[in-house]
């Protein structure tokens, strides 16, 4: 029998239970069930539906088809009230982490209720990218995806790192985090008039191999979760 992997377990728990009270808030409109993926060397929490191909291959962050394509495909895990994206990944070896991907993808655009009534939220956020002819419906946010991959540390690539602005952006963020740390880093720096009080969520630390080992990358820039 296999043995129960406990951080595995909590980092499930925890990403269930704060799903449901963002959910109850009415921050979270609609949510699938993370994928998991368990054999005797990993674990795995991730979305389902992957896809392959150029639309979301790492070169398309920060284009509108990659966010359509996502959004589509329901390649994600939870949908915000404005209809942007969240979706994760979490890979554990026993204890360990792994790797992890965490990706807020915003809405491109402001979809009204109209628009969402006559065509549905998904054709409808397709309508108004493709055929608006109003300035204002468009909204300029840069996606922000949160990586970490032990087994590549090095000048040039910080195992933990942050996506934004351009596809080879890697700003060193020292080392994984948690939903709850991800979810709070979004809901407070990018919803700040949400009612939300993320101060008493429980966090999780994570361990991870070579946790003391010293690299001098070639970014000075560092963000500190």
């Known amino acids: 029998m296999m043995k129960t992997n406990q951080v595995f377990e909590q980092t499930a728990?925890?990403?269930?239970?704060?799903?449901?009270?963002l959910k109850s808030s009415g921050f979270v409109i609609f949510d699938i069930p993370p994928e998991r993926n368990i054999n005797e060397k990993v674990q795995q929490l991730t979305w389902q539906n992957h896809r392959g191909g150029r639309l979301?291959?790492?070169?398309?962050?920060?284009?509108?088809?990659?966010?359509l394509e996502i959004l589509s495909s329901y390649a994600y895990q939870l949908l915000l009230y404005d209809y942007s994206i969240i979706r994760y990944s979490f890979v554990f070896d026993g204890a360990r982490i792994l790797s992890q991907?965490?990706?807020?993808?915003?809405?491109?655009?402001?979809?009204?209720?109209?628009v969402e009534i006559e065509f549905g939220f998904i054709e409808g956020i397709k309508e108004k990218v493709n055929a608006s002819q109003n300035q204002s419906d468009y909204i300029m946010r840069s996606p922000i995806r949160v990586d970490f991959d032990c087994s590549n540390d090095q000048y040039?690539?910080?195992?933990?790192?942050?996506?934004?602005?351009?596809?080879?952006?890697?700003?060193?963020?020292?080392?994984?985090?948690?939903f709850n740390q991800f979810m709070k880093f979004v809901i407070c720096n990018f919803y700040p008039d949400s009612n939300?009080?993320?101060?008493?969520?429980?966090?999780?630390?994570?361990?991870?191999?070579?946790?003391?080992?010293?690299?001098?990358?070639?970014?000075?820039?560092?963000l500190w979760f």
């Open 13 to 21: 728990s925890q990403i269930r239970s704060t799903t449901e009270i």
């Open 56 to 67: 979301v291959s790492s070169k398309s962050f920060l284009k509108i088809d990659q966010y």
């Open 156 to 178: 040039s690539h910080p195992s933990a790192h942050i996506h934004f602005q351009h596809h080879d952006c890697r700003i060193n963020s020292c080392r994984p985090i948690c």
């Open 101 to 114: 991907n965490l990706l807020w993808w915003p809405c491109p655009v402001h979809i009204d209720r109209e």
């Open 196 to 222: 939300i009080n993320c101060d008493k969520w429980t966090l999780l630390k994570y361990q991870y191999d070579n946790m003391h080992k010293k690299i001098e990358y070639d970014k000075s820039s560092y």
